[in-house]
Nanobody, 115 residues
Framework: QVQLVESGGGLVPPGGSLMLSCAASVSILDMDTMGWYRQAPGNQRDLVATLTRSGRPRYAASVKGRLTISRDSAKNMVYMQMDNLKPEETANYFC?????????WGQGTQVTVSS
């Protein structure tokens, strides 16, 4: 069983920045992929950014150039630096991993972009 715990969400004005963190209960080097999704009320859960086991990033087109995913293998942590945030990016952000064909999710952290 893999546990993921997100942190770092909050209220930020348009154009502001946040860094989200995800702590994993197992080595992230054992994970096939690890990343972030987001879900606004009434919407589906969408991919934001992911990292492969080798460290290759993948981003949703809408966030390229503004969001950066990274990891710290020694700490089993994955991060997402979010810059120039927009109001439409208000959502619950979830950490996700795929390990041995099983999908795991954190409980989510709320990001609200508003003045």
């Amino acid at each position: 069983q893999v546990q993921l715990v997100e942190s770092g969400g909050g209220l930020v004005p348009p154009g502001g920045s946040l860094m989200l963190s995800c702590a994993a209960s197992v080595s992230i080097l054992d994970m096939d992929t690890m990343g972030w999704y987001r879900q606004a009320p009434g919407n589906q859960r969408d991919l934001v950014a992911t990292l492969t086991r080798s460290g290759r990033p993948r981003y949703a087109a809408s966030v390229k150039g503004r969001l950066t995913i990274s990891r710290d293998s020694a700490k089993n942590m994955v991060y997402m630096q979010m810059d120039n945030l927009k109001p439409e990016e208000t959502a619950n952000y979830f950490c996700n991993t795929l390990v041995n064909y099983s999908n795991y999710w954190g409980q989510g952290t709320q990001v609200t972009v508003s003045s």
